[in-house]
T-cell receptor, first 111, second 113 residues
């Protein structure tokens, strides 16, 4: 059974800092991996989707990488802003169309 | 709005009430999902529907009853819930092969009193 772990559980950084959020998964036979953002009490907003054949995806200040062999993905946020404060969730979809979520990293960017 | 709309946004119900949550997607997807998100726990998959047919029931208690009348609409009927059922209930949709990932709604915050 796929297990998804996100470290750290919480992170606080000053505005302007570059940061990396980590996601690890136990079964490398994945179909794709998706990073989401969740604001308190709200739904999930998709940030980036990486197919199993891809190594990275970029959108604005966000860059997500995927290393299937080591079971890892990272979400890099450049020049962080207070508006980036949210919980970031990693979700892994396997070849049986089963999607597993990590518990998330709660990010606070201080002005 | 993401293309997946959930109503109501907030719901408070007593343990003897019957209520329903609604989800509607305008993306042409053919798979829809119900997730439960409790405080400080990962999202828990509850039900999966592909082309209106339920393909997964993740050992959910019978007090939660899903209904999918067509590929665009999904309901979650609630009756005789417990206080521990209080949570954020999220609906999502995708193409059947999930190649474009999932799209989530804004959720319904349910409080059982």
């Amino acid at each position: 059974k796929q297990e998804v772990t996100q470290i750290p559980a919480a992170l606080s950084v000053p505005e302007g800092e570059n940061l990396v959020l980590n996601c690890s998964f136990t079964d490398s036979a994945i179909y794709n991996l998706q990073w989401f953002r969740q604001d308190p009490g709200k739904g999930l907003t998709s940030l980036l989707l990486i197919q199993s054949s891809q190594r990275e995806q970029t959108s604005g200040r966000l860059n997500a990488s995927l290393d299937k062999s080591s079971g890892r993905s990272t979400l890099y946020i450049a020049a962080s802003q207070p508006g980036d404060s949210a919980t970031y969730l990693c979700a892994v979809c396997d070849n049986n169309n089963d999607m597993r979520f990590g518990a998330g990293t709660r990010l606070t960017v201080k002005p | 709005e993401t293309g997946v709309t959930q109503t109501p946004r907030h719901l408070v119900m007593g343990m003897t009430n019957k209520k329903s949550l609604k989800c509607e997607q305008h993306l042409g997807h053919n798979a829809m999902y119900w997730y439960k998100q409790s405080a400080k726990k990962p999202l828990e998959l509850m039900f999966v529907y592909n082309f209106k047919e339920q393909t997964e029931n993740n050992s959910v208690p019978s007090r939660f009853s899903p209904e999918c009348p067509n590929s665009s609409h999904l309901f979650l009927h609630l009756h005789t819930l417990q206080p521990e059922d209080s949570a954020l209930y999220l609906c999502a949709s995708s193409q059947g092969d999930r190649v474009y990932g999932y799209t989530f709604g804004s959720g319904t915050r349910l409080t059982v009193v």
